[in-house]
């Protein structure tokens, strides 16, 4: 049973999808905090329903960033979480967060990264006129989406998509990939060889 | 019927799987020459026996790049040629070439571009870490494997993978999607929107 702590800024689709995985009995981990940077987020509203220890910690309510980030860390500190789960938490962590947590940090981005790293990657998609991209799940580093990756899923660009359309197909595949990662994570039994993360 | 030119340096499979296409009668094309710019290059025994316009312009024979590629560009010129295909043909094109056949000369990258461009792209993706890797039929235009996008096939890299097993892997979908990428410009009805190729 691994513990995780999920960071959101938004309304957490993610966070739902594996909130309804581990419910389902398809995922052995355990929800130990649920951490908004916005207090309006609605991903918090929906962890408060379920139960989970909901924290907002504003960051306009903190003189700076390293302040706002002093007091993430001391909530997590507190959960003792195995993985720190970002799941549309906008905002970018120090170098001093990520060792902090170093090859504990998950993220996932809607591209199959190398390709289209940074915001609005699936434009970044479309205008580049790729057949295939997708979604990643992968480990933060001090890269832009740079990190070991853990799992990746395809899904095809069609000529009439635009950027909504393709977002929308790639979020379908996303709720899966993040629990698959989070699943095989679960069972501890990876290493990390150079950039592979490699399951056994 | 589109009128194919193969240019190659080695066994040519991509060029035996077009070969195989129209003889199924799944690709409406014809072959009208085969270029290698190696004389013990595999593909021209195959075309010889198969009755092709075979054709061996060995770079050493010639003082210079320029001269080399004019005699294969004036052996393209008899051949009037829809669409160059380049299958393994180990030769950089140069500029005045690649305009001389704009948005007609075709080639197929053993990766997902815009991921892991130039040599070994199937050692970049193991690597890399990657969990998904693939192929790219794109034209060919002056940046490195970076040209308008026709077709891409995705397949999975696997834990146990090294560079041989997933150039295997990528190579038996490489076949149907040269295919794919011929039949769907022997339709004619594409545009090149920017970098998008769209069908109609």
């Known amino acids: 049973m691994i513990r995780l702590a999920i960071l959101l800024s938004g309304r957490g689709s993610n966070f739902a999808a594996i909130h309804d995985a581990i419910s389902a009995g398809k995922l052995e981990a355990e929800i130990v905090a649920v951490i908004s940077n916005r207090p309006d987020a609605g991903g918090i509203a929906r962890s408060l329903e379920l139960g989970y220890a909901a924290h907002v910690v504003d960051h306009k309510a903190f003189a700076n960033r390293a302040a706002h980030e002093?007091?993430?860390?001391r909530l997590l500190r507190d959960a003792n979480p195995d993985f720190v789960v970002l799941a549309g938490y906008m905002r970018l962590l120090s170098a001093s967060f990520i060792e902090a947590y170093r090859n504990r940090i998950t993220n996932i981005h809607p591209s199959l990264l190398p390709s289209f790293p940074g915001v609005d990657a699936q434009a970044q998609a479309i205008a580049h006129g790729v057949k295939v991209s997708g979604c990643t799940v992968h480990f933060v580093d001090e890269g832009l989406d740079a990190g070991p990756i853990i799992v990746q899923r395809a899904v095809p660009v069609l000529d009439g998509d635009d950027e909504s359309s393709l977002s929308a197909r790639i979020l379908e595949q996303e709720h899966?990939?993040?629990?698959?990662?989070?699943?095989k994570l679960s069972g501890r039994r990876y290493t990390i060889d150079g950039r592979r993360v490699l399951f056994s």
């Open 70 to 73: 002093a007091e993430v860390l």
């Open 176 to 183: 899966g990939a993040y629990v698959e990662a989070l699943q």
